[in-house]
């Protein structure tokens, strides 16, 4: 039997849930018919959509009828939950649009068709409510034939010659058939429909079940049957959780079949299917093998997102509709924002389009919103799911970014025992192009596994312009070239060098600052229409010419959101509430009042430490920090063009490029990286001893020099801890058995180090690798013990901490690494820098101390690394 997923669509309250209970109760699925202003509608099975009386989780019903199996899912009708709705339509086989009979076709439909369109979804149309008086079915299908397209066709006159001319009219070969049979068969019919050339239209009254019937009998014998390929393929288009909170991917197979038990690739991870489940409302049937076709959810998968292409499957085009506000989200007294995030992530992941971010500046966390019901409807999820009453700051404009021309960026990443360059090519795009990622790199140059590692960094992250720090939007990035290094390259290597690539190309084009656009439908009396069109033209905004319909005038364009927010309360007024305004997410368009924002916002695009514009290149066995601007000076490749220069300066036939990695480590490459090395900073002298310099001055002479007192506030200690686990040998050692041994050793010491030495010790290890990773910050004994978040480095992290506690008053900040371009970077930010060496030094001196106490105590440490570390310190203490 075929498998059709059909997705029923409306503007609010045109009856879609009611629609969707109707087909049900007609196919036989469901015994009684519910209601939503009854709050018992099959598919409204959230308390939140039952007490709201809308729909705002997409759900799904099975509907077995004689040669076909539907997939029914219901889709939010309100403008603010449009991103879900938007989600379901790169799953459709088919749309059911559905129009209210008295209403029309309104400003939301308007946008549904478009998306429709933009998708290349067949669709249907139910004119519903034809039961309400008043209601006029060929002035209906007029206006829907002038506003959507003139290939609306009533199915209600199927069988007719008007009907077999029309929908002939559109396409060649249905014409030349028309003229052979007077008529068009089913194939033809389905083949119309597929392609988008005609649409079915259908009246009924959902609530009386009229038009039900017609409706299913239209679909099974005319919707449109896709192919479905040989191989597996699926993809994923909703994140949620069931009562008991287990993850939920809901896929559709697009090919092939799945079964239990299948291990499936989702990004960099590799994970196990453990259910297969077929919902249809609450309940749900598990399967062993979901064919193509099936709409499902998956168990067992935690690294998946909506959109996610599994398989063969092609990802999907990119969301059209994005929120243009974005909220601080206001905590309730008391709570740790660092604890609540965790839990925010899981919203996140439902609806990617929450863009939640965490600014560690600010300390405040942001997300975006399509409108003030989302927002209501948000806060409560989160005081049902977490417990947490929480607020909305104030809307602001999410601002984005792009640039005037074409500009190479080059990102290198090369601290002690790491190594990657990558090269990547911006271009500008058209506006509303968004984002598009390539190579033109030749595998010869770089390996096909970096390129495909180098083009997912590309892709996972937003990212920040350099004007005002929004996302960067309407670019073609193209990676151009890439180095690594056999034994020291490691994926995170490719991500800090792709970051990096990508704000140093930003930094060096001309940016333009893009300000965001709502698409405005306004239906007005015809006496308020110069109100109207003044009010758009003041605001900076444009309209087509506007279409009298009946004793109004509907005016369709667009206009800066900052100015069109809130205009809604203005047309209620000057039109005594007779006006209508819709406003969605459109187009972003370049800023006129670019300078004055850029000034307002005062992002610095060099000091934003998450988003570095420099590199790190290495010398002398130490990394170091090399500004932007630099870069191209130090740089291990050429650019593209200036490799496209010396072709032209250098003629004659080019040997084929021999297969290797780029960077095996033999000692031809050693010379080749010495002889760039030499190049930048001039020849490598070998050193001879040289006594130690005379000293200036070898006594305190009064009134000579003064000495500043230390500080009188607190005095922190940061400390690397793989940095000094694999620069201490014990530990070492021990890390080589067991790395979870070696970490909590190195912390019971420097508990006992802070015990003695009273100062405050936050002990950071490296986990940028966990994916997900939130990162963790707790108590252990006296010490805090933090484990950074992913695509966060021990590094980062250490760098911004410095400069927050460098800024308290009287304190006094150090920081224990050898990692060379933190050294650097701390200093810069006042705190002063400890070797791993220098650190040991102390923290043995402590232990000996420590150690005679306790003797002197007769007291002694239970055995253990610790105890072995104190007796070693207090020997060493009797030979000194």
């Known amino acids: 039997m075929d ?22 109760y007609q196919g036989g699925a469901l015994r009684k018919l519910g209601r939503v202003d009854h709050a018992d509608a099959f598919l409204d099975t959230d308390a939140l959509e039952r007490e709201r009386g809308i729909t705002i989780f997409s759900k799904q019903a099975v509907l077995p009828l004689e040669d076909v199996e539907l997939t029914l899912l219901d889709t939010p009708g309100h403008v603010d939950f449009s991103a879900e709705a938007e989600r379901t339509l790169c799953i459709l086989d088919c749309a059911i649009l559905v129009v209210s009979g008295p209403d029309g076709p309104q400003g939301h439909t308007l946008t549904l068709w478009r998306l429709l369109e933009r998708h290349g979804v067949p669709t249907f149309l139910f004119l519903n409510k034809m039961d309400q008086p008043g209601t006029d079915r060929m002035a209906l299908l007029q206006k829907l034939r002038a506003v959507l397209n003139p290939a609306v066709l009533d199915w209600g006159s199927y069988g007719t010659a008007s009907f077999w001319e029309e929908a002939a009219l559109g396409d060649e070969e249905a014409l030349e058939e028309y003229m052979e049979r007077e008529s068009l068969t089913d194939e033809t019919l389905r083949r119309l429909i597929g392609e988008r050339r005609i649409f079915p239209c259908l009246f009924g009254s959902a609530l009386r079940v009229e038009g039900a019937e017609e409706l299913l009998g239209a679909l099974s014998r005319f919707a449109p049957r896709p192919q479905r390929g ?84 092609e990802p999907w085009a990119p969301p059209a509709l994005e929120p243009a ?45 399509m409108g003030q019901v989302q927002a209501e409807v948000l806060k409560r999820l989160i005081a049902d799911r977490f417990g947490l009453e929480v607020d909305f700051g104030p809307g602001n404009i999410v601002y984005a970014e792009t640039i005037a021309g074409p500009v190479e960026g080059v990102g290198h990443y090369e601290p002690l025992r790491h190594y990657a360059e990558v090269h990547v090519l911006l271009e500008p795009l058209p506006p509303g192009s968004g984002l598009e990622f390539g190579t033109s790199c030749s595998e010869d140059v770089l390996e096909g596994h970096w390129q495909r590692l180098i083009l997912t960094h590309l892709m996972e992250k937003a990212h920040r312009g350099v004007l005002t720090g929004g996302a960067i939007t309407d670019m073609r990035l193209t990676l151009t070239a890439g180095r690594a290094h056999e034994k020291h390259t490691e994926g995170g290597d490719f991500r800090q060098a792709t970051y990096r690539a990508v704000r140093q190309g930003l930094r060096k084009a001309k940016s333009i600052l893009l300000e965001p656009w709502y698409s405005l439908r306004l239906e007005l009396p015809q006496a308020s229409l110069g109100r109207a069109l003044a009010d758009i033209q003041r605001m900076g905004g444009e309209t087509e010419p506007p279409v009298t319909v009946g004793e109004e005038v509907v005016l369709t364009g667009g206009g800066p959101v900052s100015q069109l927010r809130d205009y809604a309360g203005e047309v209620a007024a000057y039109t005594k509430g007779r006006g209508r305004l819709t406003l969605l997410p459109g187009p972003y368009r370049p800023c006129p009042e670019q300078e004055a924002l850029v000034a307002q916002r005062a992002y610095d695009p060099d000091g934003d430490a998450e988003n570095p514009t420099g590199s790190i290149f290495c010398a002398h066995g130490a990394g170091y920090y090399v500004p932007w601007d630099q870069v191209e000076e130090h740089m291990h490749l050429s650019l593209t063009e200036d490799m496209g220069r010396n072709r032209e300066e250098e003629p004659g036939p080019t040997p084929a490029p021999s297969r290797r990695p780029a960077v095996s480590g033999s000692l031809e490459e050693d010379k080749e990286l010495k002889a760039i090395f030499e190049k930048t900073y001039g020849a490598v002298k070998p050193r001879s001893f040289q006594p130690p310099p005379k000293p200036r001055r070898t006594s305190l002479e009064e009134g000579a020099c003064r000495v500043l007192p230390s500080p009188a506030g607190p005095e922190y200690l940061l400390v690397d801890g793989y940095n000094m686990i694999f620069a201490w040998e014990e530990l070492k050692t021990l890390a080589q058995q067991d790395l979870s041994a070696a970490r909590k050793t190195l912390a019971d010491i420097l508990s006992n180090y802070q015990g003695y030495r009273k100062n405050r010790v936050i002990l950071v290890f490296d986990a940028y690798k966990v994916p997900q990773g939130t990162g963790s910050v707790t108590r252990y004994h006296n010490i805090h013990l933090v484990y950074t978040k992913e695509a966060e480095t021990a590094d980062s992290y250490i760098e911004k901490a410095s400069y927050q506690l460098a800024k308290e008053k009287n304190s006094r900040v150090r920081v224990a690494t050898s990692d060379g371009p933190i050294q650097f970077i701390i200093l810069g930010h006042g705190a002063l820098r400890l070797s791993a060496q220098d650190l040991r030094a102390e923290v043995e001196q402590v232990q000996g101390e420590i150690a005679a106490i306790l003797k002197r105590n007769n007291l002694s440490l239970p055995r253990g690394p610790v105890r072995e570390a104190f007796e070693r310190a207090a020997e060493k203490g009797k030979r000194e």
């Open 3 to 24: 498998k059709l997923t059909v997705g029923i669509l409306a503007h609010v309250d045109a009856g879609k849930t009611t629609l969707s209970e109707a087909l049900l």
């Open 230 to 313: 040989a191989e597996f393929a699926a993809r994923v288009y909703k994140i949620s959780r069931d009562p008991q909170g287990v993850r939920l991917t809901h896929v559709k197979i697009t090919g092939g079949s799945l079964r239990v038990r299948s291990v499936l690739s989702a990004g960099e991870a590799t994970e196990k299917v453990d259910q297969i489940r077929v919902y249809s409302g609450t309940k749900f049937t598990a399967l062993e093998e979901a064919p193509a076709g099936t709409v499902c959810a998956l168990t067992g998968l935690s690294s998946t997102s909506p959109g996610q292409p599994l398989g063969t499957e």
């Open 325 to 369: 506000l974005a909220y601080q989200l206001i905590l309730p007294q008391g709570a740790d924002p660092h604890t609540v995030l965790p839990k925010l992530r899981l919203l996140a992941e439902e609806d990617p389009r929450l863009h939640l971010e965490w600014n560690e500046a600010l300390g405040e966390i942001h997300l975006r919103l």
